[in-house]
């Protein structure tokens, strides 16, 4: 009989370090006791949520977002200040002062640094890859590929069902798509994930770990106001919606969140700007203008004023899975135990099997 069978109550153990097994590659390259990434949420990924995620065995990610260099380099020193463990910084490739951004973290000596919204230049890459490891994104197979000629040394796939700005793509298709054929570089999962048991599906088709936000945005660490976390508490996964575009001629860039008064004015304001270009009132530049400025400072109204009427709720399809404001720490575990709970639970089959097998 395998000692792992013979041995009794054993499951447990086996499990966990079948967990442990399966994540090493992510758990290696990120430097964290568990491979699950806090994804970068504006407004929400800061000091505080980032350092909390980390501390508790996760990797935190601050979200760079519109900051300028000092206010970057502000947020680092406070995160640093909270914990000693390590965290990235993400940063968008379309900021003008995208080099200086790189150079902050660099001078604080930030361990991974996430270049997200589109294929960084040459020069960015070469800057981060200094002193710190490269984390991509990347939609779709042949952008894997050429992040990874570019220099990441990791990519993050992300599906539509996650909360923000998002791609075309589920995640269960892009890591069908991906996975195999990406090897050299750890990939990351992330989009619509709530439980550990779909972690533990992803690190067996060969994910290195996953990245979360939603689950993070409601937690007790997070600064979102209490209206904003009762929100996602309330919501199912139905209700996270992308913006929807009445018409071609003007794009609206799909952002998934919880639909309220203020998605039911966009589509109000866009059927308004588009009768007024038909009118000769408006020119299409004027239109375009005016619909991607709707949604203008309602995220921060959303997240730190608490209007979740009105402003913008970004949040994936995993909220439904949000059922209570909960601590860091206490997610994380969670998300160990239902992964490990599934793979006991095969090692108890397996045993069981072998019984009846010997009887």
Request: glycine share 12%; net charge neutral; hydrophobic share 50%.
């Amino acid at each position: 009989m395998p000692p792992d069978i013979a041995a009794p109550g054993s499951g447990a153990l086996l499990a966990r370090a079948e967990f442990d097994r399966l994540s090493e590659r992510g758990r290696r390259f990120l430097g964290s006791r568990v491979a699950v990434m806090g994804g970068a949420m504006s407004w929400v990924s800061e000091r505080n949520l980032v350092s909390a995620i980390s501390n508790a065995g996760g990797f935190g990610v601050l979200a760079g977002g519109s900051m300028g260099p000092d206010a970057l380099a502000d947020e680092i020193a406070g995160t640093q200040a909270l914990t000693a463990r390590p965290f990235g910084v993400n940063l968008l490739t379309m900021h003008p002062r995208l080099l200086d951004l790189i150079a902050v973290c660099q001078e604080a000596r930030v361990s991974h640094v996430v270049l997200a919204g589109g294929v960084p230049g040459g020069a960015a890459v070469r800057a981060v890859k200094e002193r710190s490891r490269l984390i991509c994104f990347a939609p779709a197979l042949v952008l894997a590929q050429r992040m990874v000629r570019l220099g990441a040394d990791a990519l993050v796939i992300e599906g539509s069902e996650a909360g923000g700005h998002i791609g075309p793509v589920s995640l269960a298709v892009l890591a069908q798509e991906i996975l195999p054929h990406v090897a050299q570089v750890p990939v990351f999962v992330a989009g619509g994930i709530g439980r550990g048991e779909a972690i533990l599906a992803f690190l067996e088709m060969g994910a290195a770990g996953a990245q979360l936000g939603t689950r993070f945005a409601a937690a007790r660490e997070s600064i979102a106001h209490p209206r904003f976390k009762q929100a996602f508490i309330r919501a199912r996964a139905r209700d996270a919606l992308p913006s929807v575009q009445l018409d071609p001629r003007f794009p609206v860039i799909p952002v998934r969140g919880l639909a309220n008064a203020g998605t039911e004015a966009f589509l109000r304001h866009q059927a308004a700007v588009m009768a007024r270009v038909d009118a000769g009132e408006l020119t299409r530049e004027e239109a375009q203008l005016s619909v991607e400025h709707f949604w203008a400072g309602r995220l921060r109204r959303a997240v730190i004023d608490g209007d979740v009427e009105h402003g913008s709720v970004m949040a994936g399809q995993s909220v439904g899975m949000v059922t209570a404001e909960q601590p860091i720490a206490e997610i994380i575990a969670e998300l160990v135990g239902q992964a490990c709970g599934a793979l006991a639970a095969r090692h108890d089959l397996a045993a069981g099997r072998h019984g009846l097998d010997r009887s």
